[in-house]
């Protein structure tokens, strides 16, 4: 069992940057991949991010590429996501999830049905 929590939410204007964290708790070296998703008002939830434990990689929607930042703190058992330039459609609900074994298919790493544990969430608002 991985016990993930969400922090860092808040309301910022257009442009501002904000970073959120993600503690993850329990059997944390069952993880293989983790990731960020977001999900706006009346959406589907959708991918922003995720990282390979093993090897380092990390992907990126294309609505963020440049602008958010996926980080990792193995010590801690930790990881963040650094937005910069936030735009209003960035508004959502944020959260983090890990991969356990069965450990998913690359190509599959942008499906939300490939994670097993989740956080509540977060919740960013970006408004002018």
């Known amino acids: 069992q991985v016990q993930l929590v969400e922090s860092g939410g808040g309301i910022v204007q257009p442009g501002d940057s904000l970073r959120l964290s993600c503690a993850a708790s329990?059997?944390?070296?069952?993880?293989?991949?983790m990731a960020w998703f977001r999900q706006a008002p009346g959406k589907e939830r959708e991918f922003v991010t995720a990282?390979?434990?093993?090897?380092?990689?990390?992907y990126y929607a294309d609505s963020v590429k440049g602008r958010f930042t996926f980080s990792r703190d193995k010590v801690k058992n930790m990881v963040y996501l650094q937005m910069n330039s936030l735009k209003v459609e960035d508004t959502g609900v944020y959260y983090c999830?890990?991969?356990?074994?069965?450990?998913?298919?690359?190509?599959?790493?942008?499906?939300?049905?490939?994670?097993?544990?989740w956080g509540q969430g977060t919740q960013v608002t970006v408004s002018s």
């Open positions: 999830a890990a991969d356990l074994p069965p450990r998913a298919i690359l190509s599959s790493l942008r499906q939300s049905s490939s994670y097993d544990a």
């Open positions: 329990g059997r944390t070296s069952d993880i293989y991949h």
């Open positions: 990282n390979r434990f093993s090897g380092d990689s990390t």
